[in-house]
Nanobody, 128 residues
Framework: QVDLVESGGGSVQAGRSLRLSCVVSGYTYSTYCLAWFRQAPGKEREAVAG????????YYAMSVEGRFTISRDSTKNTMYLQMNSLEPEDTAMYYCAADVRSTCYIEDWRGSSGYAYWGQGTQVTVSS
């Protein structure tokens, strides 16, 4: 069983920054894929950023590239999402997710069906 716990959400004004954290526990293998997704009310869940531990590849949605940075601290089993220059359109519930398949790094990181484990989410609200 893999547990994911997000934190760091909040309410900020446009242009400000937030850093989300996702602590991963219960997984004993060294290779897996992690991602941040978000879902706004009335909208579909959207992949925001992803990383694989196989090669350290980083992936970003076009809507956040240049503003958001995904990173991982393996010593703390924690993934981060640094969000700068936040916009009202970034308002959503943010979830971290884990894909523990050995071949996850060759899959489309944006496909939510491959992620078997999800956190409970953390709310990000950006006001104009």
């Amino acid at each position: 069983q893999v547990d994911l716990v997000e934190s760091g959400g909040g309410s900020v004004q446009a242009g400000r920054s937030l850093r989300l954290s996702c602590v991963v526990s219960g997984y004993t293998y060294s290779t897996y894929c992690l991602a941040w997704f978000r879902q706004a009310p009335g909208k579909e869940r959207e992949a925001v950023a992803g990383v694989n531990t196989h090669f350290g590849n980083l992936y970003y949605a076009m809507s956040v590239e240049g503003r958001f940075t995904i990173s991982r601290d393996s010593t703390k089993n924690t993934m981060y999402l640094q969000m700068n220059s936040l916009e009202p359109e970034d308002t959503a519930m943010y979830y971290c997710a884990a894909d523990v398949r050995s071949t996850c790094y060759i899959e489309d990181w944006r496909g939510s069906s491959g992620y078997a484990y999800w956190g409970q989410g953390t709310q990000v609200t950006v006001s104009s």
